[in-house]
DNA sequence: ATTACAATGTAGCCTTGGCTACACTTGTGA
DNA sequence: TCACAAGTGTAGCCAAGGCTACATTGTAAT
């Protein structure tokens, strides 16, 4: 097997491998940080709306069961971005709060700047989910600066 | 337990619940399908530029073991994706060559929208390689009208 | 023909994020 | 007081994507 027959030379361009196989393994690290972000934003948003945030109110607004709530929780807490007492409900460490905190400014910008591009806003909104979790700060910084710039 | 203590009225604004549920599941939709988008995309890319798709090197440009690519091109097999023989190569179905080049036109847009808002080429990349994967029809639509209204 | 090595495949393990089904707490209202 | 329903927790299952370790196959050179 061993080497590639050189058929014909290479016709397309592709990234180096190391390059590529690093942009591959960011986003599959950011893949893993998705869910915690958005559990973190999520929790956040019901502590502020509600003063507290349950199991059960965390899974409806997720769309998914308690059971598998319950069980992210227990990972938030893992990872020291949240705190819960048994049927006390859920809190978020100050890790947790930055955390959540610097997620809604990503998900802020990034409707903001898909608006502004026409986008229609549930469309954005949806959109933003998603891409919310792969802006670096270079690209979080260009969107800002978009925005100022264009009033 | 039964109701919300009525502590306070809500003084932030959230989404409707099933709004917000339905945004949430079609990010977890979208992340199940990231990772068969980008092998779709890497196999055309490698069958363009080599006329081979090997599940090494595939492996190599991803950063994953050769273990994990061979199971995921299984995966892609039973998606009806992908046709591989043993010791043979893998090459796309015609709807695996679909997928790579819907996501290929993703990339390329949003690579192109993140450049033109001044994020640096690299960044752009790496960034691109998770966004792709979120980006609606809408979005893609205005995207492009971006880029062309502004040369 | 043999051999050596790269490539490929397989097995078995882990974590995560889903689920359903069932059990246990808790707070309220009768 | 105490029953009951909502909320919470637990157990056990599945698929996916990651890994390492080991076995097999193909091919190119000798
Ligand atoms: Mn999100
Ligand atoms: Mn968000
Ligand atoms: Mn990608
Ligand atoms: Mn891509």
Same mark, same amino acid.
């Given at each position: 097997?061993?080497?590639?027959?050189?058929?014909?030379?290479?016709?397309?361009?592709l990234?180096?491998?190391?390059?590529?196989?690093?942009?591959?393994?960011?986003?599959?690290?950011?893949? *893993?940080?998705? /869910?915690l972000?958005?559990?973190?934003?999520?929790?956040?948003?019901?502590?502020?709306?509600?003063?507290?945030?349950?199991?059960t109110?965390?899974?409806?607004?997720?769309?998914? *069961?308690? #059971?598998?709530?319950?069980?992210?929780?227990?990972?938030?807490?893992?990872?020291?971005? #949240?705190?819960?007492?048994?049927?006390?409900?859920?809190?978020?460490?100050?890790?947790?709060?930055?955390?959540?905190?610097?997620v809604?400014?990503?998900?802020?910008? /990034?409707?903001?700047?898909?608006?502004?591009?026409g /986008?229609?806003?549930?469309?954005?909104?949806?959109?933003?989910?998603?891409?919310?979790?792969? /802006? *670096?700060?270079?690209t979080?910084?260009?969107?800002?600066?978009?925005?100022?710039?264009?009033?």
């Open positions: 097997m061993a080497h590639h027959p050189a058929h014909h030379a290479p016709s397309v361009e990234p180096a491998e190391p390059t590529q196989a690093r942009r591959f393994g960011k986003t599959r690290t950011a893949l *893993s940080a998705v /869910v972000e958005d559990y973190a934003e999520l929790i956040a948003d019901l502590l502020a709306a509600n003063g507290e945030a349950r199991p109110d965390i899974a409806r607004r997720l769309g998914v *069961s308690h #059971a598998t709530a319950i069980k992210t929780i227990a990972r938030l807490k893992r990872a020291g971005l #949240a705190t819960a007492r048994p049927y006390r409900g859920v809190f978020l460490t100050e890790k947790g709060h930055d955390l959540a905190d610097r809604r400014v990503r998900h802020r910008l /990034v409707v903001d700047v898909l608006r502004a591009l /986008v229609p806003s549930e469309a954005a909104e949806a959109d933003a989910e998603g891409i919310e979790h792969y /802006v *670096s700060e270079s979080l910084k260009a969107f800002a600066q978009f925005l100022k710039s264009r009033g």
